[in-house]
């Protein structure tokens, strides 16, 4: 089983290029979810998408925007990218919204803006 | 916000060796989640607890609600466990912007 798949694994831009992170799930999950970690910190919630069809900010949706492109797919945009996007980037799928479900990462995407 | 602060940062121990990571949070909880990220920086969630105790192999998990506080157990520690260790609270009445995330503890299983 796959799982979680993200593409790319890494990636290397050029600040206010643009460029957009995939993310499928083979689960039939409801929800999933798009997170940022830098060193230091915490995972930290960027978007969401409880169903398909819906999708919500989370902790730092500024700079991002994203598709819930159907059950399975939901993709992450950076469109003019900065330093500060320089992270690690995982997608995450549960069940549903979770309150009280586990989730499901992807393997994450190094993303290094210069 | 240090809602969820885990303790210690960094751990290195002999294999064999008793592990505890310790994990205290400060808001009302409906669950308490354990992951471990692997050092090629995958993800696996190891344990989700709202109360008592869970074991899986040699990993054991408890949670005080009372206390707002977990702890991971590792016995009989490898190095195959070494990993960093974050535990995750999903905050009461929360949705998905409910679950809060530690720092991690950096667990280094010596041979």
């Known amino acids: 089983n796959a799982g979680v798949t993200q593409t790319p694994k890494f990636q290397v831009l050029k600040t206010g290029q643009s460029m957009t992170l995939q993310c499928a799930q083979d689960?039939?999950?409801?929800?999933m979810y798009w997170y940022r970690q830098d060193p230091g910190m915490g995972l930290r919630l960027i978007y969401y998408?409880?169903?398909?069809?819906?999708?919500d900010k989370g902790e730092v949706p500024n700079g991002y925007n994203v598709s819930r492109l159907n059950k399975r797919e939901f993709s992450l945009r950076l469109e003019s990218a900065a330093p500060s996007q320089t992270s690690v980037y995982f997608c995450?799928?549960?069940?549903?919204?979770?309150?009280?479900?586990?989730?499901?990462f992807g393997a994450g995407t190094r993303l290094s803006v210069l | 916000k240090n809602e969820v602060e885990q303790s210690p940062q960094n751990l290195t121990a002999q294999e064999g060796e008793f592990i505890t990571i310790n994990c205290s949070y400060s808001?009302?909880?409906?669950?308490l989640h354990w992951l471990q990220q692997h050092p090629g920086g995958g993800i696996v969630s190891l344990f989700m607890l709202s109360s008592g105790k869970k074991k899986h192999g040699r990993l054991i998990a408890t949670i005080n609600i009372q206390e707002k506080h977990s702890s991971l157990h590792i016995t009989a520690s490898h190095p195959r466990d070494s990993a960093v260790y974050i535990c995750?609270?999903?905050?009461?009445?929360?949705?998905?912007?409910?679950?809060?995330f530690g720092k991690g503890t950096h667990l280094i299983i010596q041979p």
């Open positions: 998408s409880a169903s398909e069809g819906t999708t």
């Open positions: 995750a609270v999903i905050r009461s009445g929360g949705g998905a912007d409910g679950l809060t």
């Open positions: 689960m039939n999950h409801n929800s």
């Open positions: 995450a799928s549960s069940p549903n919204l979770m309150t009280s479900n586990i989730q499901y």
């Open positions: 808001v009302g909880i409906s669950a």
